[in-house]
């Protein structure tokens, strides 16, 4: 497993970020309303979903796979499409031909940077923060509370939430971040591959390894 930290390659058929540079850049009204109100929109949904799933149904197994869908809506969205146009920032994997799995974090520069809509960024990086610090609220919650199957669903969360921010991190920082090799390692391999798994196999029911009644919310 390795990472790269390079500029984004420039013979893309239609370079990230540059769609639509020319309408609303800087401060001001919002480049691309649809984009922000997704990136909100289903990590919002998924929040509200899990606090209030309770009050409308009884199945922690319908909860579950809601929450984990909306989940991994997110996910996908955040990580392919609203990062590149509302700050100029992707992280994605490649196998090279010898098997090599390959992390890659890129960032626009020069020009680019400064046709950033500061309200957008601001936005995505407050949603991307706060996000998983709310989760991680609900972590200790379900822990100190004893819904051992709720936690598992937290669980989730944290770990999809938080690749994405360690991606976005890794993309803006670059190589000047001070994390060890060791920690990045550990991220990569525990953090990154899981989420992109969980994903595929956490949203049917008959994947819930938890199927004996317990305490719910």
């Known amino acids: 497993m390795s990472s790269a930290t390079m500029p984004l390659l420039e013979d893309d058929t239609v370079a990230f970020g540059d769609e639509e ?16 109100f997704f990136h909100l929109a289903f990590r919002g949904a998924s929040v509200v979903v899990y606090m209030l799933c309770g009050w409308f149904s009884d199945s922690f197994i319908t909860s579950f796979v809601t929450v984990v869908l909306l989940l991994s809506m997110d996910f996908w969205t955040v990580k392919n499409i609203t990062g590149r146009l509302m700050v100029g920032l992707r992280w994605w994997n490649y196998v090279d031909d010898d098997g090599k799995s390959h992390w890659v974090f890129e960032s626009r520069k020069g020009q680019f940077q400064n046709r950033i809509n500061e309200t957008e960024a601001r936005i995505f990086w407050t949603a991307l923060i706060l996000t998983p610090l709310l989760w991680a609220v ?3 919650l379900a822990l100190f ?26 993309c803006k920082v670059g190589s000047k971040e001070s994390i060890s090799s060791v920690t990045a390692d550990f991220f990569r391999k525990q953090v990154l591959q899981n989420a992109v798994s969980l994903v595929t196999r956490e949203t049917t029911p008959q994947a819930n390894p938890m199927s004996q009644p317990v305490n719910t919310v």
């Open 21 to 36: 540079l020319d309408a609303g850049a800087g401060k001001g009204s919002l480049t691309h309303p649809y984009v922000t």
């Open 145 to 170: 509370g004893l819904r051992l199957r709720w936690m598992l669903l937290v669980i989730i969360a944290l770990m999809l939430n938080g690749a994405n921010l360690y991606g976005y991190f890794k």
């Open 138 to 140: 609900f972590f200790f």
